[in-house]
């Protein structure tokens, strides 16, 4: 098994542009979500599905769509994107949404610096 | 809304000596997980508590859920370079799903 897979790994965007930092995992996990890491503020939610279909807000979801049309693919657009969205992303997978299970298997993140 | 406190932000530790890293929530936990991130990785799944007062070990590590269901606890034994990093501790919250505290940077002086 890949895992969770991510692509690009870094991205230069001028403000503006528009881009999608794409997902897949491989173990036919339900929940996914992904995340934002900014220095000194852990890891915040942006976005998070808990199966086809199904996805929702996270804590800081401005600026950002998603959808999952597959179980195994949940790509994550920017929209227009601003200086503010230089960050690094983190997309996961867990099995199940809640209780035992749902443990988060991480990617290796998309560095994404926006000028 | 819902918050996760961790506590110390970064630790300096002696190659040999121990480390603790505590997590403190505003609100009672269904679950806590904890998670380290090496340096330029990204964040690896360590252990899940859910019992009140319930402790786990998983080699030199020592995890610990508090009796209030509103802390925990990550203790380092003898710490080594292979430990460097930064841990978090994320709670789950049905409904509002997965909030991670902000880490703790721990590095390891040889």
């Known amino acids: 098994n890949a895992g969770v897979t991510q692509t690009p790994k870094f991205q230069v965007l001028k403000t503006g542009q528009s881009m999608t930092l794409q997902c897949a995992q491989d173990?036919?996990?339900?929940?996914m979500s992904w995340y934002r890491q900014d220095p000194g503020m852990g890891l915040r939610l942006i976005h998070y599905?808990?199966?086809?279909?199904?996805?929702d807000q996270g804590e800081v979801p401005n600026g950002y769509n998603v959808s999952r049309s597959t179980t195994e693919d949940f790509p994550l657009r920017l929209l227009s994107a601003a200086p503010s969205q230089t960050s690094v992303y983190f997309c996961?997978?867990?099995?199940?949404?809640?209780?035992?299970?749902?443990?988060?298997?991480f990617g290796p993140g998309t560095r994404l610096t926006v000028l | 809304g819902q918050q996760v406190m961790q506590i110390p932000q970064y630790q300096h530790v002696q190659e040999g000596e121990d480390f603790t890293t505590y997590c403190n929530s505003s609100?009672?936990?269904?679950?806590i997980q904890w998670y380290k991130q090496r340096p330029g990785g990204h964040p690896v799944f360590l252990i899940q508590?859910?019992?009140?007062?319930e402790v786990k070990k998983q080699k030199r590590l020592t995890f610990q859920f508090g009796e209030a269901k509103k802390n925990s606890s990550l203790h380092i034994t003898a710490t080594q370079t292979t430990d460097v990093g930064t841990y978090f501790c994320?709670?789950?919250?049905?409904?509002?799903?997965?909030?991670f505290g902000p880490g703790t940077r721990l590095s390891v002086l040889p």
């Open positions: 996961a997978s867990s099995r199940v949404a809640g209780g035992p299970g749902n443990e988060q298997f």
């Open positions: 173990m036919n996990h339900e929940y």
């Open positions: 599905s808990v199966g086809a279909g199904i996805t």
């Open positions: 609100t009672t936990l269904s679950n």
């Open positions: 508590l859910v019992k009140s007062g």
């Open positions: 994320a709670e789950y919250n049905y409904g509002q799903n997965f909030v």
